[in-house]
């Protein structure tokens, strides 16, 4: 459920928690024998975003399975 926006107290406005449907794009670290995800490193809301991630998890988790999806349809993985 997403929550209204609340001004902080310096007048700033700050978002509330955004589902899962509103960030479609998950960028997955796999587990050390490539059987299954160990854990979502993060999640974007658009293409150019989640292919930022991906590239900046494979420079960090080099030799690792990263696999960027968008539902069950994989977009981009390494090798």
Known sequence: MMQARQPSKRGE??????QATQLPY????????????????????????????????ERENLGRRIVLRRGAHVLMQTE
């Open 13 to 18: 406005v700050s978002a509330g928690p955004v």
């Open 26 to 57: 998950a960028i997955e670290l796999w587990n050390l024998s490539r059987t299954a995800p160990e854990r979502i490193i993060a999640r974007a809301a658009n293409a150019t975003l989640a292919r930022a991630i991906f590239v900046a998890a």
